[in-house]
């Protein structure tokens, strides 16, 4: 069995982003930070993520003592270390002298130092000098006891468009297509006349140049997913000779530069931050798409993740930056335990003086005090992180329902000139499915196309635009052996390179859902149609829906109630094989969706973790042999409790109604009789 990545630090991990490289000049600020990570109860680090200036000031001299100093310190304090590569921000010296380093934006422009991310993957010297780097700080802390994890660059981001990047591409696309005469067939470059002659006329999309081509898009994103993962794995060949230990980078909300499922690959295990938009009142919404990407990343690879950055209070870099509300830092942090993260960690501990993220949240202050309402909730926090100890490496409950996400079909979409003309990136649909199951408290695993369907009761397919080759055949053949498809509108309509698929739609599904040849719609913000489901309820449509040309699925759910397809059928249901799929329309809107998921899980005899409907508001998650239950309503919210259960965070009886903001843990046990 292969070890936790996390077993070198005792019970969950609490910590932060620490930066004493910008108080090398304050040793009396340092020695304080010790005392109060104590006080705070953390228990690990992230240290020099961006600290190559303080590492290198000069090309090829180095200052190492300054981080000796601290890792000695923090581990005399048993704090334990997640040690950075310094890759994602260069110093000055190295652009000022190797200026094939700074990126080129898509208009051609070289920029200058400056900001961050804003370096060419490509660039033979970035690699060499990230490697050297790298190299030093393996074989000086890759020994050292407090070292426990690595730390891999910061939130991988963007493209480069420099004549590295583009003779790259063209090697990608030699080796993807062999000639050019099948690049051009699988592009339909025939389209306007833009059939190339040669590799060497390709250059990368671009507002200068070629826009109308989406199978290029495509593929410029599949190629900078892999220039990525390429220079992922030149810092882990520099780190492995001499560190051992386990390496992750930390990834972002819902990201759409890169494929992170390939990004997955190159690491021992996943981390991303966690930024969301929270406000006073109800946090359903806001906190249900959080609790979404914290499934997709423990998804990636079916284990346990580490939420490597949040905030203790506050962002700078919303539209409006507002504080968390009482009760909701210990509520937020437990929603990605119980979604499978590995610990809460915090960007970022200590508040700079200067730079843009002076304001940015932080556990200590610009006035230092530990007897402030942040700091309290964050020791809180870590307390209940100690009493929780027993979840560290436990599975969340298994997943009963699958939804398929997948990053390549989701491109395509993006760049599909149709429906709301650009705008048609399913992610927000995505949102609204895991919605209507966060609220009843339902499981959810989200993959892609190349996941294994056979352990799930239900697969989901939102507007799953890209069928790859292959995929409607696996589909059927889940559905014929007694699974159960819940398909979309707007799905099955493009192949693997994003070509139209030939013949009728859904490709491959129109006999499994009863439904050929969807023609789509979309609607002006002023129009108005609705879908009336068997028992009268009335449901408006949110901006896209389909008239099928033809439906012969015996199970007629809801029609359109009003324009010129009314009577048409919207929602219908097709026994195949032994299994049976389900067809959707149209995008409803939320609580038409929730109406319609209801009678899904209802068939199919699936329930949330809480024994009885959830109030508004209230979410429930399991883990181990526990459960979480979180008023996100914004208001108090009655449980509905027939006899008092015990939380195990406080040891009281969960109090009922259950405040806003507030969290309790039950043991499942106890629940069995609630």
Same mark, same amino acid.
């Given at each position: ?44 680090? #992230? ?100 070292? &426990? ?14 004549? =590295? ?31 190339? !002659? ?31 993962? #390429? ?39 996943? !981390? ?37 950055? %949040? ?29 499978? %993260?590995?610990? &809460? ?86 949102? !609204? ?19 294994? =369907? ?149 068939? =199919? ?43 195990? =965070? ?25």
């Amino acid at each position: 069995m292969t070890p936790s990545p996390f077993s070198a630090v005792p019970g969950l991990l609490h910590g932060a982003d620490y930066n004493p490289d910008q108080w090398l000049d304050r040793p009396d600020i340092l020695a304080r930070d010790i005392e109060l990570m104590k006080k705070a109860r953390v228990n690990c680090v #992230s240290l020099g993520i961006f600290s190559w200036s303080a590492l290198e000031p000069e090309e090829g001299v180095f200052r190492f003592e300054w981080m000796d100093r601290v890792i000695d310190s923090l581990y005399d304090a048993g704090i334990s270390v997640d040690l950075a590569t310094p890759s994602g921000a260069r110093p000055a010296w190295l652009a000022e002298k190797y200026p094939e380093v700074l990126r080129v934006d898509r208009e051609g422009r070289r920029h200058a130092f400056g900001g961050r991310h804003n370096h060419c993957l490509t660039s033979p010297v970035y690699r060499q000098k990230t490697a050297l780097i790298d190299g030093m700080l393996a074989k000086r802390y890759g020994g050292h006891p407090g070292v &426990v994890l690595w730390h891999i660059g910061n939130e991988f981001s963007g493209d480069c468009y420099c004549p =590295l990047c583009k003779n790259a591409f063209r090697e990608w696309l030699k080796k993807k297509y062999g000639t050019v005469e099948e690049l051009n067939r699988r592009w339909w470059t025939s389209f306007w006349s833009h059939t190339y !002659s040669s590799f060497d006329q390709v250059d990368p999309p671009s507002p200068l140049g070629e826009t109308s081509i989406p199978s290029m898009q495509v593929d410029w994103r599949r190629f900078s997913t892999d220039q990525c993962a #390429s220079f992922i794995r030149n810092e882990r060949k520099a780190l492995r000779q001499y560190a051992p230990q386990p390496a992750t980078i930390n990834m972002m909300w819902s990201f759409l530069d890169y494929d992170y499922a390939v990004l997955a690959r190159e690491v021992d295990f996943v !981390s991303w931050d966690c930024y969301p938009r929270l406000k006073s009142g109800n946090n359903l919404m806001v906190l249900s798409e959080a609790c979404m990407n914290h499934d997709y990343m423990r998804s990636l690879k079916d284990a346990p993740f580490l939420m490597m950055e %949040s905030t203790p209070s506050k962002v700078n870099w919303h539209t409006v930056n507002q504080l968390k509300r009482p009760g909701m830092h210990l509520t937020s942090s437990l929603l990605s335990v119980f979604c499978g %993260s590995e610990g &809460v960690m915090y960007f970022q501990w200590r508040k700079g003086r200067g730079g843009s993220e002076a304001f940015h949240g932080a556990v200590v202050g610009h006035d230092g005090r530990e007897d402030t309402r942040v700091f309290r909730d964050v020791a809180h926090t870590g307390e209940m992180l100690e009493k929780l100890s027993s979840l560290k490496g436990a599975p969340v409950d298994p997943a009963r329902v699958l939804i398929l996400w997948d990053q390549q079909s989701r491109w395509c979409a993006c760049f599909a000139q149709t429906g709301l003309g650009g705008r048609m990136d399913p992610l927000p649909v995505l949102q !609204s499915h895991y919605l209507a199951l966060f609220k009843k408290g339902v499981r959810v695993d989200l993959k892609g196309m190349d996941a294994d =369907l056979k352990s799930y009761d239900l697969v989901v397919c939102p507007e799953t635009f890209q069928f790859r080759e292959g995929f409607a055949e696996r589909l059927r053949d889940y559905v014929r052996s007694g699974g159960h498809l819940f398909h979309t509108c707007f799905g099955g309509v493009v192949d693997g390179d994003d070509l139209c698929w030939l013949g009728p739609t859904p490709h491959g599904l129109t006999d499994v859902l009863g439904v050929r040849d969807p023609d789509l719609d979309a609607l002006y913000p002023e129009e108005e149609v609705c879908i009336r489901l068997e028992d009268g309820q009335c449901f408006r449509v949110d901006q896209i829906c389909e008239y099928p040309e033809e439906v012969t699925a015996p199970r007629i759910l809801g029609v359109y109630d009003s324009d010129f397809m009314k009577g048409t059928p919207a929602f219908t249901y097709a026994p195949f094989g032994a299994g049976g799929a389900w067809y959707l329309a149209a995008r409803p809107e939320q609580k038409g969706l929730d109406a319609v998921y209801g009678r899904i899980l209802e068939a =199919l005899g699936i329930r949330g973790v809480w024994p009885r409907p959830l109030p508004e508001g209230v979410a429930a998650l399991g883990r181990g042999q526990m459960v979480l239950v979180a008023n996100l309503s914004g208001a108090d919210a009655s449980l509905g409790l027939e006899f008092p259960l015990t939380d195990l =965070l406080t040891g009281a009886p969960v109090p009922d109604p259950l405040p806003a903001n507030a969290c309790a843990v039950i043991r499942k046990e106890d629940l069995k009789h609630a």
